[in-house]
Protein backbone atom coordinates (compact mmCIF):
# COMPACT_ATOMS: atom_id res chain seq x y z
CA UNK A 1 0.00 0.00 0.00
CA UNK A 2 2.53 2.68 -0.83
CA UNK A 3 1.75 5.79 -2.28
CA UNK A 4 0.50 6.31 -5.65
CA UNK A 5 3.26 8.05 -8.40
CA UNK A 6 0.69 7.54 -11.50
CA UNK A 7 -2.38 9.92 -12.45
CA UNK A 8 -5.03 7.91 -10.80
CA UNK A 9 -5.08 6.79 -7.21
CA UNK A 10 -6.40 3.70 -5.72
CA UNK A 11 -9.68 3.28 -2.70
CA UNK A 12 -9.99 0.97 0.02
CA UNK A 13 -13.07 0.15 0.96
CA UNK A 14 -12.33 -0.91 4.72
CA UNK A 15 -14.67 -2.39 7.51
CA UNK A 16 -13.92 -0.58 10.80
CA UNK A 17 -16.04 -3.24 12.62
CA UNK A 18 -18.99 -2.80 15.00
CA UNK A 19 -17.36 -0.69 17.76
CA UNK A 20 -14.66 -1.83 20.01
CA UNK A 21 -11.55 -0.96 18.30
CA UNK A 22 -9.83 -4.19 18.86
CA UNK A 23 -12.45 -5.45 16.16
CA UNK A 24 -10.41 -3.37 13.34
CA UNK A 25 -8.57 -6.11 11.36
CA UNK A 26 -4.78 -5.74 10.74
CA UNK A 27 -5.11 -4.83 7.29
CA UNK A 28 -7.79 -2.62 7.66
CA UNK A 29 -5.65 -0.94 10.07
CA UNK A 30 -2.69 -0.80 7.16
CA UNK A 31 -4.95 0.65 4.98
CA UNK A 32 -5.74 3.78 7.20
CA UNK A 33 -2.24 4.45 7.77
CA UNK A 34 -1.40 4.67 4.55
CA UNK A 35 -4.04 6.35 3.67
CA UNK A 36 -3.63 10.10 1.86
CA UNK A 37 -7.68 10.58 2.69
CA UNK A 38 -10.28 9.17 4.81
CA UNK A 39 -13.51 9.43 4.08
CA UNK A 40 -15.66 8.01 7.44
CA UNK A 41 -18.89 7.41 9.04
CA UNK A 42 -20.37 7.71 12.21
CA UNK A 43 -20.86 4.24 13.46
CA UNK A 44 -17.68 3.72 13.63
CA UNK A 45 -15.23 4.27 17.04
CA UNK A 46 -13.63 7.49 16.63
CA UNK A 47 -10.83 5.98 18.43
CA UNK A 48 -9.90 4.57 14.98
CA UNK A 49 -9.18 7.94 13.81
CA UNK A 50 -5.86 8.46 15.73
CA UNK A 51 -3.95 5.78 13.77
CA UNK A 52 -4.84 8.02 10.49
CA UNK A 53 -1.16 9.75 9.47
CA UNK A 54 -1.20 13.35 10.88
CA UNK A 55 -1.05 14.51 7.35
CA UNK A 56 -4.05 12.76 5.66
CA UNK A 57 -7.12 14.36 4.90
CA UNK A 58 -10.24 13.70 7.39
CA UNK A 59 -13.42 13.90 5.27
CA UNK A 60 -16.57 13.40 7.64
CA UNK A 61 -19.55 11.74 5.17
CA UNK A 62 -21.54 9.85 8.05
CA UNK A 63 -24.76 10.39 9.37
CA UNK A 64 -26.36 10.64 12.75
CA UNK A 65 -30.50 10.44 13.97
CA UNK A 66 -31.70 10.79 9.91
CA UNK A 67 -29.17 13.83 9.05
CA UNK A 68 -26.87 13.05 6.60
CA UNK A 69 -23.80 14.57 6.49
CA UNK A 70 -23.32 13.65 2.56
CA UNK A 71 -25.91 12.08 0.64
CA UNK A 72 -24.45 8.85 -1.43
CA UNK A 73 -24.14 10.32 -4.81
CA UNK A 74 -21.74 12.45 -3.30
CA UNK A 75 -19.88 10.12 -1.22
CA UNK A 76 -19.31 8.49 -4.46
CA UNK A 77 -18.61 11.82 -6.50
CA UNK A 78 -15.60 12.23 -3.40
CA UNK A 79 -14.00 9.02 -3.59
CA UNK A 80 -13.63 9.33 -7.37
CA UNK A 81 -12.34 12.54 -7.39
CA UNK A 82 -9.74 12.23 -4.72
CA UNK A 83 -8.60 8.99 -6.58
CA UNK A 84 -8.23 10.58 -9.76
CA UNK A 85 -6.37 13.36 -8.01
CA UNK A 86 -4.04 10.28 -8.04
CA UNK A 87 -4.15 10.13 -4.08
CA UNK A 88 -4.82 6.52 -1.90
CA UNK A 89 -8.60 7.08 -1.06
CA UNK A 90 -9.86 4.74 2.79
CA UNK A 91 -13.15 4.79 2.73
CA UNK A 92 -13.55 4.04 6.38
CA UNK A 93 -17.29 2.36 7.48
CA UNK A 94 -18.46 0.81 10.19
CA UNK A 95 -18.96 -3.18 10.17
CA UNK A 96 -18.51 -4.62 7.07
CA UNK A 97 -18.89 -2.44 3.49
CA UNK A 98 -20.73 -5.00 1.58
CA UNK A 99 -23.26 -5.84 4.65
CA UNK A 100 -25.73 -3.18 4.11
CA UNK A 101 -22.82 -0.57 3.98
CA UNK A 102 -23.58 0.31 0.65
CA UNK A 103 -20.18 -0.71 -0.26
CA UNK A 104 -21.09 -2.59 -3.62
CA UNK A 105 -22.59 0.84 -4.87
CA UNK A 106 -19.06 2.52 -4.37
CA UNK A 107 -17.46 -0.41 -5.67
CA UNK A 108 -20.04 -0.21 -8.79
CA UNK A 109 -19.20 3.30 -9.57
CA UNK A 110 -15.36 2.96 -9.23
CA UNK A 111 -15.52 -0.32 -11.12
CA UNK A 112 -16.88 2.02 -14.23
CA UNK A 113 -14.27 5.25 -13.62
CA UNK A 114 -11.67 2.63 -14.27
CA UNK A 115 -10.35 3.37 -10.63
CA UNK A 116 -8.34 0.53 -8.82
CA UNK A 117 -9.94 -0.76 -5.61
CA UNK A 118 -9.64 -3.13 -2.78
CA UNK A 119 -12.40 -4.13 -0.36
CA UNK A 120 -11.05 -5.06 3.29
CA UNK A 121 -14.03 -7.03 5.02
CA UNK A 122 -14.64 -5.94 8.44
CA UNK A 123 -16.69 -7.72 11.34
CA UNK A 124 -20.27 -6.99 10.58
CA UNK A 125 -22.46 -6.02 13.70
CA UNK A 126 -24.74 -8.92 12.96
CA UNK A 127 -22.29 -11.48 13.84
CA UNK A 128 -20.32 -9.35 16.78
CA UNK A 129 -23.00 -7.90 18.62
CA UNK A 130 -24.84 -11.29 19.65
CA UNK A 131 -21.21 -12.96 20.47
CA UNK A 132 -20.81 -9.63 22.87
CA UNK A 133 -24.19 -10.16 24.45
CA UNK A 134 -23.88 -13.96 24.97
CA UNK A 135 -26.05 -15.22 21.97
CA UNK A 136 -24.37 -17.82 19.36
CA UNK A 137 -26.09 -17.23 15.97
CA UNK A 138 -26.12 -21.39 15.51
CA UNK A 139 -25.91 -23.41 17.61
CA UNK A 140 -26.24 -27.37 17.84
CA UNK A 141 -29.51 -28.76 18.34
CA UNK A 142 -31.07 -24.78 18.23
CA UNK A 143 -30.01 -23.04 15.08
CA UNK A 144 -28.03 -24.70 12.23
CA UNK A 145 -28.76 -21.37 10.08
CA UNK A 146 -29.43 -17.90 10.72
CA UNK A 147 -30.20 -14.49 8.10
CA UNK A 148 -29.31 -11.17 8.37
CA UNK A 149 -32.12 -8.54 7.29
CA UNK A 150 -32.27 -5.28 7.17
CA UNK A 151 -35.09 -4.03 9.15
CA UNK A 152 -35.57 -0.63 7.39
CA UNK A 153 -37.40 -2.24 5.01
CA UNK A 154 -40.19 -3.55 7.15
CA UNK A 155 -42.30 -0.18 5.92
CA UNK A 156 -41.55 -0.17 2.33
CA UNK A 157 -43.52 -2.39 0.71
CA UNK A 158 -42.36 -1.17 -2.90
CA UNK A 159 -38.95 -1.72 -2.31
CA UNK A 160 -38.60 -4.56 0.26
CA UNK A 161 -37.80 -8.26 -0.77
CA UNK A 162 -38.24 -9.65 2.29
CA UNK A 163 -39.98 -12.94 1.99
CA UNK A 164 -41.69 -12.31 5.37
CA UNK A 165 -43.27 -15.54 5.33
CA UNK A 166 -40.46 -17.45 4.69
CA UNK A 167 -39.01 -15.37 7.49
CA UNK A 168 -41.62 -16.88 9.91
CA UNK A 169 -41.31 -19.89 8.90
CA UNK A 170 -37.38 -20.42 9.55
CA UNK A 171 -36.20 -22.56 12.18
CA UNK A 172 -32.62 -20.30 12.22
CA UNK A 173 -31.61 -17.57 13.89
CA UNK A 174 -33.28 -14.22 12.31
CA UNK A 175 -30.68 -11.15 13.10
CA UNK A 176 -32.62 -7.70 12.20
CA UNK A 177 -30.31 -4.45 11.88
CA UNK A 178 -31.69 -0.99 11.79
CA UNK A 179 -35.15 -2.15 12.94
CA UNK A 180 -35.55 0.08 16.22
CA UNK A 181 -37.76 2.49 14.26
CA UNK A 182 -39.78 0.00 12.69
CA UNK A 183 -39.93 -2.39 15.76
CA UNK A 184 -43.80 -2.42 15.56
CA UNK A 185 -44.01 -3.64 12.02
CA UNK A 186 -41.67 -5.77 12.14
CA UNK A 187 -42.59 -7.31 15.20
CA UNK A 188 -46.43 -7.93 13.72
CA UNK A 189 -45.47 -9.01 10.01
CA UNK A 190 -43.48 -12.09 11.66
CA UNK A 191 -46.65 -12.95 13.93
CA UNK A 192 -48.83 -12.45 11.30
CA UNK A 193 -46.94 -14.65 8.80
CA UNK A 194 -47.05 -17.63 12.03
CA UNK A 195 -43.86 -16.64 14.10
CA UNK A 196 -44.62 -17.78 17.92
CA UNK A 197 -45.18 -14.88 19.45
CA UNK A 198 -43.09 -16.40 22.60
CA UNK A 199 -40.09 -16.96 20.94
CA UNK A 200 -37.16 -15.55 22.34
CA UNK A 201 -35.73 -12.01 21.31
CA UNK A 202 -32.82 -9.97 22.08
CA UNK A 203 -32.29 -6.15 21.78
CA UNK A 204 -28.81 -4.87 22.18
CA UNK A 205 -28.04 -1.42 21.54
CA UNK A 206 -24.32 -0.01 21.19
CA UNK A 207 -23.10 -3.86 20.99
CA UNK A 208 -19.44 -4.40 21.26
CA UNK A 209 -19.16 -0.91 23.09
CA UNK A 210 -18.64 0.27 26.82
CA UNK A 211 -22.48 1.31 26.90
CA UNK A 212 -23.67 -1.63 25.41
CA UNK A 213 -27.31 -2.28 26.79
CA UNK A 214 -28.92 -5.86 26.27
CA UNK A 215 -32.57 -6.44 26.76
CA UNK A 216 -34.71 -9.86 26.85
CA UNK A 217 -37.70 -10.07 25.81
CA UNK A 218 -40.72 -12.28 24.19
CA UNK A 219 -41.45 -11.49 20.60
CA UNK A 220 -44.85 -10.42 21.24
CA UNK A 221 -43.62 -7.74 23.88
CA UNK A 222 -40.69 -6.39 21.94
CA UNK A 223 -41.99 -2.81 20.54
CA UNK A 224 -43.20 -2.28 24.36
CA UNK A 225 -39.86 -3.47 25.80
CA UNK A 226 -38.14 -0.99 23.32
CA UNK A 227 -40.34 1.99 24.03
CA UNK A 228 -40.49 1.06 27.74
CA UNK A 229 -36.59 0.86 27.83
CA UNK A 230 -35.99 3.77 25.40
CA UNK A 231 -33.74 1.52 23.05
CA UNK A 232 -32.55 4.06 20.32
CA UNK A 233 -30.66 2.99 16.94
CA UNK A 234 -28.08 1.76 17.08
CA UNK A 235 -29.67 -1.73 17.69
CA UNK A 236 -29.23 -5.44 16.29
CA UNK A 237 -32.52 -7.36 17.35
CA UNK A 238 -31.33 -11.29 17.28
CA UNK A 239 -34.86 -13.44 17.15
CA UNK A 240 -34.62 -17.04 18.14
CA UNK A 241 -34.09 -20.03 20.93
CA UNK A 242 -30.22 -19.19 20.65
CA UNK A 243 -31.54 -16.28 23.15
CA UNK A 244 -31.78 -18.61 25.50
CA UNK A 245 -27.80 -19.32 25.94
CA UNK A 246 -27.21 -15.40 27.15
CA UNK A 247 -27.62 -16.13 31.06
CA UNK A 248 -24.77 -19.13 30.46
CA UNK A 249 -22.48 -17.69 28.14
CA UNK A 250 -22.44 -13.69 28.88
CA UNK A 251 -19.36 -13.10 29.32
CA UNK A 252 -18.80 -9.45 28.04
CA UNK A 253 -20.66 -8.10 30.08
CA UNK A 254 -19.68 -9.41 33.29
CA UNK A 255 -15.74 -8.08 32.83
CA UNK A 256 -15.20 -5.97 36.08
CA UNK A 257 -15.14 -2.60 34.33
CA UNK A 258 -17.78 -3.42 31.93
CA UNK A 259 -19.43 0.14 31.60
CA UNK A 260 -16.42 2.02 32.28
CA UNK A 261 -14.48 4.43 29.74
CA UNK A 262 -11.43 5.76 30.71
CA UNK A 263 -10.18 9.52 29.49
CA UNK A 264 -6.26 8.88 29.04
CA UNK A 265 -4.95 12.33 28.52
CA UNK A 266 -1.42 11.25 27.16
CA UNK A 267 -0.20 8.56 24.48
CA UNK A 268 -1.41 5.29 24.84
CA UNK A 269 0.78 2.70 26.01
CA UNK A 270 0.78 -0.88 26.74
CA UNK A 271 0.34 -0.70 30.82
CA UNK A 272 -3.58 1.12 29.67
CA UNK A 273 -4.48 -3.10 27.97
CA UNK A 274 -5.04 -3.83 31.54
CA UNK A 275 -8.18 -1.57 31.58
CA UNK A 276 -9.46 -3.13 28.35
CA UNK A 277 -8.75 -6.55 29.29
CA UNK A 278 -10.83 -5.63 32.70
CA UNK A 279 -13.92 -4.57 30.13
CA UNK A 280 -13.43 -0.76 30.11
CA UNK A 281 -13.06 1.22 26.88
CA UNK A 282 -9.95 3.39 26.58
CA UNK A 283 -11.38 7.05 25.23
CA UNK A 284 -7.69 8.69 23.79
CA UNK A 285 -7.60 12.11 24.11
CA UNK A 286 -3.68 12.95 24.36
CA UNK A 287 -3.15 16.83 25.81
CA UNK A 288 0.74 16.64 25.97
CA UNK A 289 3.14 15.52 23.08
CA UNK A 290 6.69 14.44 23.65
CA UNK A 291 8.87 16.00 21.21
CA UNK A 292 13.05 16.43 20.83
CA UNK A 293 13.92 20.20 22.65
CA UNK A 294 14.28 23.30 20.19
CA UNK A 295 17.93 23.36 20.83
CA UNK A 296 20.25 20.35 21.47
CA UNK A 297 22.73 22.81 22.78
CA UNK A 298 23.01 21.37 26.34
CA UNK A 299 23.12 17.93 26.17
CA UNK A 300 25.61 18.10 23.31
CA UNK A 301 27.66 19.74 25.41
CA UNK A 302 27.15 17.42 28.57
CA UNK A 303 27.36 14.27 26.31
CA UNK A 304 30.63 15.79 25.00
CA UNK A 305 31.75 15.64 28.61
CA UNK A 306 30.51 12.23 29.75
CA UNK A 307 33.05 11.30 31.07
CA UNK A 308 33.22 13.55 33.81
CA UNK A 309 30.20 12.63 35.66
CA UNK A 310 30.14 9.86 37.95
CA UNK A 311 26.25 9.31 38.09
CA UNK A 312 23.96 9.71 35.21
CA UNK A 313 20.28 9.55 36.30
CA UNK A 314 17.11 8.89 33.86
CA UNK A 315 13.51 9.86 35.55
CA UNK A 316 11.52 8.44 32.70
CA UNK A 317 11.31 6.16 29.65
CA UNK A 318 10.91 9.59 27.85
CA UNK A 319 14.59 11.32 28.73
CA UNK A 320 15.81 7.55 27.64
CA UNK A 321 14.66 7.57 24.92
CA UNK A 322 15.31 10.83 23.65
CA UNK A 323 19.05 10.78 25.48
CA UNK A 324 20.17 7.83 23.22
CA UNK A 325 18.03 9.71 20.09
CA UNK A 326 20.83 12.33 20.08
CA UNK A 327 23.98 10.23 21.61
CA UNK A 328 23.60 8.58 18.31
CA UNK A 329 22.74 10.94 16.38
CA UNK A 330 26.42 12.58 17.46
CA UNK A 331 28.25 9.18 16.44
CA UNK A 332 29.01 8.38 19.98
CA UNK A 333 29.92 4.76 21.32
CA UNK A 334 27.90 2.96 23.69
CA UNK A 335 31.10 1.94 25.61
CA UNK A 336 31.77 5.32 26.33
CA UNK A 337 29.57 4.84 29.44
CA UNK A 338 31.38 2.60 30.81
CA UNK A 339 32.68 3.72 34.64
CA UNK A 340 29.45 5.67 34.91
CA UNK A 341 26.90 4.47 37.20
CA UNK A 342 23.41 4.72 36.38
CA UNK A 343 20.19 5.24 38.33
CA UNK A 344 16.68 4.88 37.11
CA UNK A 345 13.38 6.06 38.32
CA UNK A 346 11.13 3.55 38.29
CA UNK A 347 11.20 -0.15 36.75
CA UNK A 348 9.51 0.85 33.59
CA UNK A 349 12.64 3.60 33.15
CA UNK A 350 14.91 0.94 33.90
CA UNK A 351 13.34 -1.33 31.47
CA UNK A 352 13.87 1.15 28.53
CA UNK A 353 17.76 1.16 29.59
CA UNK A 354 17.66 -2.62 29.20
CA UNK A 355 16.55 -2.13 25.40
CA UNK A 356 20.04 -0.67 25.10
CA UNK A 357 21.89 -3.62 26.90
CA UNK A 358 22.47 -1.42 29.78
CA UNK A 359 21.88 -2.29 33.43
CA UNK A 360 21.39 -0.28 36.24
CA UNK A 361 22.70 0.06 39.51
CA UNK A 362 20.19 1.89 41.50
CA UNK A 363 16.74 2.22 41.85
CA UNK A 364 15.34 3.99 44.56
CA UNK A 365 12.26 3.17 46.24
CA UNK A 366 10.67 5.89 46.43
CA UNK A 367 10.52 8.17 42.79
CA UNK A 368 10.16 11.65 44.60
CA UNK A 369 13.02 13.70 44.87
CA UNK A 370 13.51 12.88 48.84
CA UNK A 371 13.65 9.62 48.26
CA UNK A 372 16.27 9.58 45.61
CA UNK A 373 18.69 12.04 48.09
CA UNK A 374 18.11 9.49 50.63
CA UNK A 375 18.65 6.31 48.38
CA UNK A 376 22.09 8.58 47.39
CA UNK A 377 22.66 9.20 50.63
CA UNK A 378 23.07 12.42 52.09
CA UNK A 379 26.42 12.27 53.37
CA UNK A 380 27.72 10.57 50.10
CA UNK A 381 27.05 13.59 47.36
CA UNK A 382 29.48 15.99 48.24
CA UNK A 383 31.70 15.95 45.24
CA UNK A 384 29.93 13.54 43.07
CA UNK A 385 28.89 15.06 39.49
CA UNK A 386 25.60 13.70 38.24
CA UNK A 387 23.91 13.96 34.82
CA UNK A 388 20.13 14.41 34.22
CA UNK A 389 18.59 14.74 31.12
CA UNK A 390 14.86 15.87 31.65
CA UNK A 391 12.53 17.53 30.40
CA UNK A 392 12.08 21.29 29.87
CA UNK A 393 9.55 21.76 32.45
CA UNK A 394 10.16 19.65 35.67
CA UNK A 395 10.51 19.86 39.59
CA UNK A 396 13.68 21.40 40.96
CA UNK A 397 13.81 19.77 44.06
CA UNK A 398 16.55 17.05 43.75
CA UNK A 399 18.54 19.26 41.62
CA UNK A 400 18.70 21.82 44.93
CA UNK A 401 19.41 19.48 47.41
CA UNK A 402 21.97 18.34 45.30
CA UNK A 403 24.17 21.62 45.25
CA UNK A 404 22.90 22.31 49.08
CA UNK A 405 24.45 19.32 49.95
CA UNK A 406 28.29 19.49 47.81
CA UNK A 407 27.16 17.67 44.76
CA UNK A 408 27.62 19.02 40.88
CA UNK A 409 24.45 18.29 38.69
CA UNK A 410 23.76 19.41 34.87
CA UNK A 411 20.19 18.91 33.91
CA UNK A 412 20.25 19.44 30.28
CA UNK A 413 16.77 19.71 28.83
CA UNK A 414 16.35 16.65 26.90
CA UNK A 415 12.59 16.33 25.55
CA UNK A 416 9.91 18.75 26.24
CA UNK A 417 6.07 18.65 26.08
CA UNK A 418 3.39 20.60 23.87
CA UNK A 419 -0.12 20.73 23.06
CA UNK A 420 -1.35 19.20 20.02
CA UNK A 421 -3.86 20.29 18.06
CA UNK A 422 -7.28 17.88 18.85
CA UNK A 423 -10.41 18.35 18.13
CA UNK A 424 -12.44 18.26 21.50
CA UNK A 425 -16.04 17.82 19.90
CA UNK A 426 -16.97 13.98 20.33
CA UNK A 427 -15.36 14.55 23.94
CA UNK A 428 -17.29 17.32 25.39
CA UNK A 429 -19.98 15.49 23.73
CA UNK A 430 -18.97 12.42 25.34
CA UNK A 431 -18.44 13.91 28.57
CA UNK A 432 -22.13 15.77 28.90
CA UNK A 433 -23.65 12.63 28.13
CA UNK A 434 -21.95 11.09 30.36
CA UNK A 435 -20.02 8.41 28.33
CA UNK A 436 -16.71 9.32 30.09
CA UNK A 437 -16.49 7.27 33.67
CA UNK A 438 -12.84 7.82 34.50
CA UNK A 439 -10.63 10.66 33.96
CA UNK A 440 -6.54 9.82 33.85
CA UNK A 441 -3.91 12.38 34.09
CA UNK A 442 -0.32 11.68 34.30
CA UNK A 443 1.16 15.17 35.07
CA UNK A 444 -0.07 18.74 35.76
CA UNK A 445 0.58 19.78 31.96
CA UNK A 446 -2.12 16.52 31.07
CA UNK A 447 -4.90 18.40 33.19
CA UNK A 448 -3.77 21.84 32.38
CA UNK A 449 -4.10 21.05 28.59
CA UNK A 450 -7.33 19.06 29.58
CA UNK A 451 -8.80 22.73 30.35
CA UNK A 452 -7.43 24.93 27.61
CA UNK A 453 -8.60 22.55 24.97
CA UNK A 454 -11.79 22.18 26.19
CA UNK A 455 -12.60 26.05 27.44
CA UNK A 456 -14.38 27.31 30.28
CA UNK A 457 -16.84 24.26 30.73
CA UNK A 458 -13.99 21.57 31.48
CA UNK A 459 -13.93 21.79 34.94
CA UNK A 460 -17.73 21.47 35.12
CA UNK A 461 -17.50 18.52 32.78
CA UNK A 462 -15.54 16.64 34.88
CA UNK A 463 -17.89 17.25 38.29
CA UNK A 464 -19.43 13.96 37.99
CA UNK A 465 -16.36 12.58 36.38
CA UNK A 466 -14.30 9.43 38.71
CA UNK A 467 -10.50 11.12 38.47
CA UNK A 468 -7.59 9.52 38.53
CA UNK A 469 -4.15 11.02 39.22
CA UNK A 470 -0.46 9.44 38.76
CA UNK A 471 0.78 11.13 41.99
CA UNK A 472 0.84 13.67 44.17
CA UNK A 473 1.91 16.70 42.14
CA UNK A 474 -0.92 15.68 39.55
CA UNK A 475 -3.19 15.39 41.92
CA UNK A 476 -2.49 19.02 43.62
CA UNK A 477 -2.66 20.75 40.18
CA UNK A 478 -6.27 19.31 39.10
CA UNK A 479 -7.65 19.97 43.27
CA UNK A 480 -6.69 23.52 43.01
CA UNK A 481 -9.31 23.74 40.18
CA UNK A 482 -12.16 22.33 43.03
CA UNK A 483 -12.40 19.15 41.57
CA UNK A 484 -11.72 16.16 43.75
CA UNK A 485 -9.44 13.39 42.65
CA UNK A 486 -10.45 9.74 43.91
CA UNK A 487 -7.51 7.69 42.72
CA UNK A 488 -4.00 7.90 43.22
CA UNK A 489 -1.33 5.12 43.59
CA UNK A 490 1.51 4.67 46.04
CA UNK A 491 3.50 4.34 42.92
CA UNK A 492 4.16 7.03 40.41
CA UNK A 493 3.58 5.14 37.49
CA UNK A 494 1.08 4.21 35.00
CA UNK A 495 1.09 0.88 35.45
CA UNK A 496 0.22 1.78 39.63
CA UNK A 497 -2.54 3.83 38.29
CA UNK A 498 -4.28 1.03 36.55
CA UNK A 499 -3.99 -0.95 39.12
CA UNK A 500 -5.46 1.44 41.01
CA UNK A 501 -8.61 1.83 38.77
CA UNK A 502 -9.36 -1.84 38.33
CA UNK A 503 -9.21 -2.25 42.55
CA UNK A 504 -11.36 1.28 42.58
CA UNK A 505 -14.14 -0.73 40.87
CA UNK A 506 -13.73 -4.16 41.43
CA UNK A 507 -12.94 -3.31 45.33
CA UNK A 508 -9.71 -5.54 44.79
CA UNK A 509 -11.68 -8.67 44.41
CA UNK A 510 -10.39 -9.05 40.75
Known amino acids: ????????????????????????????????????????????????????????????????????????????????????????????????????????????????????????????????????????????????????????????????????????????????????????????????????????????????????????????????????????????????????????????????????????TRESSEAYRKLEEAGAEVFLFPTIKVVPPESWEELDRCIEMLQQYHWIVFTSGNGVKFFFQRFFELKRDIRELSGIKLCAIGPKTADALAGFGLRVDLVPEAYRAEGLIDTFGKDEIKGVKILLPRAEKAREVFPEMVRALGGVIDIPVTYRTIKPEGHAKRLKRFLKEGKITVATFTSGATFTNFCEMLGEEAVALLNDVTIAAIGPVTAKTIEKAGLKVHIMPKETSVEAMVEEIIKYFTKGEI
Open 1 to 264: MEKRTDRTGKVYLVGAGPGDIGLLTVKGLRCLQEADVVVYDFHLNAQILNYIHKDAEFIYAGKRGGHHEMTQEEINRLIVEKAKEGKVVCRLKGGDPFVFGRGGEEAEVLAEEGIEFEVVPGVSSAIAVPAYAGIPLTHRGLSSSFVVVPGSEATDKRQSHIDWEALARTKGTIVFLMAVRNIEEVTKRLIDKGKAPDTPVAIIRWGTRADQKTVISKLKNLPSVVNNQEIKPPAVVVIGDVVRLRDKLNWYERKPLFGQRVLV
